[in-house]
């Protein structure tokens, strides 16, 4: 099986350049200082023919509610997200050092790496923007803190309204199964592992989707009892579809624990 995935490797932000922006789409100004930045913004082209405006060796600050802020030479101006087609950024240090702190196990360490990230760029058109919005649900699962994961998932929902409903599903299955809601988690999970099986090839965001619908697969057939079933719902989601690094590592747990009962795949 081939996975494509359509976003490049996450790199570390690398040290930031001094360059002038030319800004015309109209924005609101607020400070006047000197501001580096290595990213590049995509505006929406004003007519229907029209190519959109290029920001170049900008600096993407934050993004408050529909508002972002984009530093140049001359200042901080605000934009408002639907006046943006694109957004070129790399992931901040923090998004890469709570990736590795899950990598570790280390869920309470990544937690207020990942949170910091989701709070300060979440709505950002980006991967790694939507990923820590979306993972930041897991991680409070994960954890036990099921009241902030519901919030998590519904503050991902309605900042990504598109691409986020299948997660913030997800999120929702994972939610009625640590609360032993098993049929009402299984409605949701099913019809994605279906999907999952009958694809030969699967973009990143699907493979984050399959996997953590094959782990709630995972956790249902536990809740009954029925352990190799799970434990293969959960080699799936290890070995297939691991692009959901925080539901992964909970999934190798649960796997390592089953082979310690003796228990193999059917």
């Known amino acids: ?20 922006a030319t800004v015309s789409t109209p924005g609101t100004a607020f400070s006047q200082a000197p501001a580096p930045g ?3 913004i995509i505006m929406k082209p004003q007519t229907a023919t029209g190519q959109g405006q290029q920001l170049v060796n900008v ?17 901080d101006i605000a934009y408002d997200l639907g006046q943006i087609a694109e957004v070129r950024k790399e992931a901040p240090p923090e998004f890469l050092q709570g990736q590795r702190m899950i990598e570790a196990g280390d869920l309470p360490k990544a937690l207020p790496l990942i949170k910091a990230v989701a709070d300060r760029y979440k709505g950002l058109p980006t991967a790694w923007a939507s990923d820590a919005t979306a993972m930041l649900g897991n991680i409070y699962i994960s954890l036990g803190q099921l009241p902030e994961a519901e919030a998590a998932f519904g503050e991902f929902e309605k900042t990504y309204p598109g691409a986020a409903s299948g997660a913030a ?3 929702k299955a994972r939610l009625a199964v640590e609360r032993k809601q098993f049929a009402e988690a299984r409605t949701i999970a099913e019809p994605l592992a279906a999907e999952a099986l009958a694809k030969k ?3 990143r ?14 956790k249902i057939a ?6 190799p079933e799970a434990m293969e719902n959960y080699c799936r989601t290890v070995a297939i579809f691991y692009q959901e690094r925080a539901v992964v590592k909970e999934a190798q747990k ?8 003796g228990i193999t795949t059917p």
Not at 205 to 218: D, K
Not at 254 to 261: A, F, H, T
């Open 59 to 75: 600096l993407v600050v934050a993004v408050q509610g529909r508002k972002v802020t984009i530093r140049n030479t001359q200042g």
């Open 169 to 171: 599903s997800l999120g």
């Open 222 to 227: 536990e809740g009954e009892d029925k352990l």
């Open 201 to 203: 090839t699967f973009t």
């Open 1 to 20: 099986m081939t996975l494509r995935f359509p976003f490049p490797k996450l790199q570390l932000l690398s040290a930031a350049i001094v360059a002038v």
């Open 38 to 40: 290595q990213d590049r």
């Open 205 to 218: 965001a699907e493979s984050q989707r399959y996997g953590q619908a094959f782990f709630v697969l995972g």
């Open 254 to 261: 649960r796997i390592d624990e089953l082979r310690q009962k």
